[in-house]
């Protein structure tokens, strides 16, 4: 089956500081990756549509420059939070697909802001 | 835009019973709705997803309803056993969209021995 590989698993960083998050699709080209927030216990909030080569189309309300989302190639899509507060910490998982139908998602980042 | 509801937030059944959860969409356009199971820490896993041209699609012990005309559409679990205690998540797109889905706000199913 496709496998969607997010690194890292979690990061506990400084206020102020920017973290980068990996999405990878490992055996197939990604058309679209999606990047999602899940508070606990709550739903996924889809932040951003990424596609390879052209800019992150953004959910409203999500600021693009305080998450920076790059598509470098069909297999990689990174998050950057950058300036990070307290308010950013959250669980941030990403998904990706090649039919533009089933999504296959990554395994999440917790991410801790102190 | 699409909005998804979904309900109940939490359910409970003793191991053996059935468990039903449902949910409603908003956009006619919608083609596609999956359901993901989600257990704590871990990622959506996809356990079965229905198209809008099938009214019925069923996997062993999970099978999903849909009924286009009242836009809503349902997961049963039969047997339910401790192991299927997760949140979860349905979801609707349409086509066009790339993949977008839009999730319902998730159940919290609970098997008890």
Not at chain 1, 31 to 54: C, D, I
Not at chain 1, 92 to 108: D, H, N, P, Q
Not at chain 2, 79 to 101: H, I, M, R, W
Request: charged share 20%; net charge neutral.
């Amino acid at each position: 089956g496709a496998v969607v590989s997010q690194h890292p698993s979690w990061v506990i960083c400084k206020s102020g500081t920017s973290v980068k998050i990996e999405c990878r699709s490992l055996d197939f080209q990604a058309t679209t990756m999606f990047w999602y927030r899940q508070f606990p216990k709550q739903s996924l909030m889809l932040m951003a549509t990424s596609n390879e080569g052209s800019k992150a189309t953004y959910e409203q309300g999500v600021e693009k420059d305080k998450f920076l989302i790059n598509h470098a190639s069909l297999t990689l899509s990174t998050l950057t939070v950058t300036s990070a507060h307290p308010e950013d910490s959250s669980f941030y998982i990403c998904s990706a697909t090649w039919s533009g139908e089933k999504l296959f998602f990554g395994s999440g980042t917790q991410l801790s802001v102190l | 835009g699409e909005n998804v509801e979904q309900h109940p937030s939490t359910l409970s059944v003793q191991e053996g019973d059935s468990a039903v959860i449902k949910c409603t969409y908003s956009d006619s356009a919608s083609n596609y709705f999956p359901w993901y199971k989600q257990e704590l820490g871990k990622r959506p896993q996809l356990i079965i997803d229905i198209r809008s041209n099938v009214g019925e699609k069923k996997d062993q012990r999970i099978a999903v309803t849909l009924n286009k005309t009242a836009k809503h559409f349902s997961l049963h679990i039969t047997e339910t056993q401790p192991e299927d205690s997760a949140v979860y998540f349905c979801a609707a797109s349409k086509a066009n969209q790339g993949g977008k889905l839009i999730f319902g706000q998730g159940t919290e199913l609970s098997v008890k021995p």
